[in-house]
């Protein structure tokens, strides 16, 4: 019997916290190095403004940049984000060129605060850059159909979440009641989820590269015929940057968009559509 000897251990610990970088910061490190290569960082700060008072020494790039790490981050709450980006709060936003992280009570004014203007014109930059240097014409993919003509599909989706709300008293004792979620949220029609307000949403996506090309939401059961009308010029432009022809363009929809009124906005705009209509 051989007997293998051991190698002593040794373990050393130390009372100072030293907190693990999370395993997201590699993939915010790359966006923003994308970002400010391509220069969409210095665009964000030139043509993105927002007029609104107790700004501070925020821009609107501060902002973003939290929001760019949220949405990668898929931490389930803003409050679990910011704890965990605490410890690396300066580098973080050094990535983005900037020196100070925004408070979460920073960040919700700014967001209450936005207008359509400045979302336009960030919905706009973005679009310029996604269409400009996204996956060519030959790599759009597509269907082909008996005659073997090349149909590009974008699907155009309305969706809608429920809020729930609890219930607040009354009584003239108290004050009025004021809900958050009165300024994005309105009563509107919930289906089969649960909840007392609504939010609508209307996504258009490409369906053989899956890239996202735009969304439009409101409160309630919002504005869909106008949405449908913007999303109808988001696609157009998105042909046109591809050199591709609006008859290849086939827009699928569901039920929502079933009537004749609104699907003679489609056919105005030059492009097909695919859906369930009932008239």
Excluded at 112 to 128: G, H, M, N, S, V
Excluded at 225 to 249: F, K, M, N, P, W
Aim: aromatic share 8%; hydrophobic share 40%; net charge positive.
């Amino acid at each position: 019997m051989s007997v293998v000897a051991t190698a002593p251990v040794a373990i050393q610990t130390c009372p100072q916290d030293v907190p693990s970088l999370p395993a997201w910061f590699a993939e915010v490190t790359l966006l923003a190095h994308h970002l400010s290569r391509r220069g969409i960082l210095d665009a964000l700060c030139d043509q993105v403004h927002l007029a609104r008072g107790r700004m501070g020494h925020y821009e609107v790039i501060d902002f973003l940049a939290v929001l760019f790490g949220y949405a990668i981050s898929g931490e389930p709450t803003l409050a679990a984000f910011f704890e965990r980006l605490a410890p690396f709060a300066g580098p973080f936003m050094a990535l983005f060129g900037r020196e100070r992280l925004p408070h979460r009570s920073t960040l919700s004014r700014f967001l209450a605060a936005i207008d359509q203007p400045c979302l336009k014109a960030l919905r706009t930059l973005f679009e310029q850059e996604c269409f400009q240097h996204g996956f060519s014409q030959a790599h759009v993919g597509g269907l082909s159909d008996r005659q073997g003509r090349r149909l590009v599909i974008i699907d155009v989706d309305a969706t809608r979440q429920a809020a729930r709300q609890r219930a607040l008293t009354t009584c003239a004792q108290f004050p009025a009641p004021r809900r958050r979620l009165a300024e994005v949220c309105a009563p509107g029609y919930t289906g089969r989820k649960r909840g007392e307000v609504v939010r609508s949403r209307t996504t258009i996506l490409q369906a053989h590269t899956q890239q996202w090309l735009g969304t439009f939401s409101g409160a309630g059961n919002g504005d869909y015929v106008a949405e449908l009308g913007e999303a109808c010029q988001v696609v157009t432009h998105y042909l046109h940057s591809r050199d591709i022809a609006l008859a290849q363009g086939l827009l699928r929809l569901d039920g929502l968009y079933g009537n004749a009124s609104v699907l003679t906005r489609i056919q105005q705009a030059g492009l097909g559509f695919l859906t369930r209509a009932r008239d």
